[in-house]
């Protein structure tokens, strides 16, 4: 199959690549441009742990192609924060050990981060089902759950 | 020494790089020139292999090779080594690294191929041309039991690979003289690993070296590297296992694969780097799973309710091979008599083979099946008598002041099973309490108003931890002052980097953030055996411990040298050894280690030891025994059927936590994990060993819109069976998990409802018991 070249934003940069048209977008992310935060779990769909955020909506890596983001702005999770400087969310996993084997969690960040852009002050239930598509087989979730809650809490303290 | 870091919920060193992409998982790896490997398998159960062809895979784009069995002859042959070889099992049971005759199980490995893209392996995979002679299968053990069953494996003349058999005391005796027999038959269903990172191996030749260099998302490199070396007669120095960032691990990925021993193999055969990631089909078909069996009790109970004796067998569904040897199996039969105080015991345990995937420890190994076992009984002599269950309990558990307590029980090597230290009734008590089991009764008449039937389900464990032999640890002060621990206890999330930093950094004095951690790399730590069985804070933990302690014993040996003070007058804090009450008459650690590193024909001071460093092997003779008492409620939909776990409770007791947020976090993972194992994961096969549940469609995982919070209250018993008085925390939680769930669904039920002996149940299971009353 001959490569196509798509254009696109990541993580706030322009870029253009070469890119066969059966490769899914995590192994693009992954083994083309080097971005191995994002992870695969499952590759069918479900896990949710390769997801990453196409025009500000939570979309599963696994299950788009490519090409298909031709113009398009996306995020992952390195451009979320660095070790040394991480965002609120990624601090507030720290704070309540939303994770163990950290597997999971950029998908983890990827969904609760494009969710609380859209839904700022969420209840328990809330949250709980908006990650409802990734699993987490370390931490039972309530780490996770209480990460997202307190961000929503300071940011609309700051409000 | 005071206790700075060592209880205290510290945030996690691990955490940052993880959170910002930045781990190194086993796929995040990249050599130049890595080939990448699929592996052709095994479609049908069971078959004899008549030919394989890869003429047409191998000139397809991108194949660089495609070896089967047969290509290695040169290098290896025969079954791959056993783990824990068994005297039962007078010849083991293990994998060819690639089958070379029969197949038994589908998913099995046959040949792997190698070329540039993953893609392009995986489509010449599909080219194979296999001609393999279908052969019967079984995959009920209950049936393989049958002398007309098919056989797993075609030469065997049984599918009984073992029988096992414990207990003590004359329960003969105890069962004619008891008020009341009652007999039940349990049906534990297997279910499957899933950690979200699949496993995977990176291997290659070093050019530096020569050595085999293998990194693999695994729970025991050492094991890797041993029966490696043993499979290729080469010496263990030639060989390097690494384990990178590992995405969870819960006890499958302690097993050393086929796969792991095929990679290597074609490694050594084509000089190539080559890469092999495990994708989820590929996991639910060849990674191993959990804890199937069915049983058949009997339990011998006075009037008031007091357990006096079990006696039983069990059918344990081994899958087609025994990788693990017997530990699965035999991990059932010792967790025997859990809290109870039996007068005697008689258990027998047939290990079977089917043609499924092998089973071996999963989270808690058979310790879940057996609290349902013994919690199940106890709920079922409260019903037969007509009292609470808790009174069964209280009347029947081993009490505190019986502490230590040996349970008749013999462990591995002969010796007596004796538990600790304890309180199980104390447990049960302020688990009750903490639920407010005093008022359910309004709760549920209030959830009878909204057309809910409320449960409220109670169960309780005893759980051996700490595991033998060991695991060592060393501890460097480098001249830059920072304190480098080594050890080969491999990490799969449990946050071992900080637990191990907060043990050293208490005793040498210095800010959690100067310690680092080099774990499980087998050219950085001579040996190492596993992280398994909730063993790494009682092993590792207290040779940290031990290793740091010899560290600082030199800090102040050198100093007291040089400063010519006494050694009971110096202390170490702020990374420096200085005289006490005097902090500014000190000597730098960093200093003493510059000096200790040695100049160049200047003789050493006091002609000490060169290195400020340490190693020690904490040697666990004895198990240390955590234990736990669990409450939760349930709501039932008596239209759905659908459960919801609306409370959990957990008390737990593993000693001294070194850092109660990581113990939380192991008891909240462990808890969800069996309540899937109650309510959700279902790993069904036809009768022909078809899996018919490979994806997450099919197969349920526990997800946050369906868990609870869990609540968990801690009981402090130190154990004195370790220098730094810890127990195990990892599987603590998965082990009453599935037992208290299952139990409250009994509550709600009522009355009328059935005995619940076996899980996973379904909502559609449910509607049928709710009709049937
Ligand atoms: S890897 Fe994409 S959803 Fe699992
Ligand atoms: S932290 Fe391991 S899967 Fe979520």
Redesign the pocket.
Known sequence: MTERSVSFTLNGEQREAKVDPRTHLGDFLRHSLGLTGTHLGCEHGVCGACTVIVDGAPVRSCLMLAVQIEGSVVETVEGLGNPDSLSTLQQAFVTNHG???????PG?LMTLEAYLRSTPMPTERDVRIAISGN?????GYEGIVQAALDVAATRADRT | MSARYFGAAVTRLEDARLLAGKGQYVDDIELPGMLHAAFVRASFAHGRIRSIDTSDALAMPGVAAIYTMADFEDIAHGPMPPMAPHPLLKTPITYHPLANTEVRHVGEAIAIVLADSRAKAEDAAAAVVLDIEYLPAVSDATLACDANSPRAHSQHTSNIAATMKAGFGDTAAVFAKADHVLTEHFDIHRGGCH??ECRGVVAHIDLLTGALTISTSSQSPYMVRRHLAGYLKRDENDIRVMTPDV??GFGPKANVYAEEFAVALAVIKCRRPVKWIEDRQEHFVATTQQRGQTWTLDVAFDNDGRMHAIRGRCIHDNGAYAPYGLILPATALASFPGPYALEALDLSLDVVLTNLVPTSPVRGACRPNVAFLLERLADRIARHLGIDRQEVRRRSFVRADQMPYSTGMKARDGSPISYDSGDYVGALNLVLDEIDAANFPARRNEAKQRGKLRGLGIASCVEDTGLGPFEGASVRVTPAGKVVIASGASSQ?QGHRTAFAQIAADVLGVELEDVTIETADTAKFPLGISTIASRIAVTAGSSVQLAAHKVRAKAIAFASHQLEVDEHDLELAGGAVHVKGIPDMKIKLSEIARTLSGNTGMPMPGDMEPDLAATAYFNSNALTFAYGANACEVEVDPDTGDIRVVRYVVVHDCGRMINPMIVDGQIRGGVVHGIGNALFERMIHDEEGQPLTTTYGDYLLPMASEMPRIEIHHMETPSPRNPIGVKGAGEGGTIPAAACVISAVEDALGPNGPFIALHPISPQQVVTWLDRN
């Open positions: 994770l163990q084997c950290g597997f999971c969690t983890m699993i987490c087989r370390c931490t | 950690s979200m995405g969870g999330g």
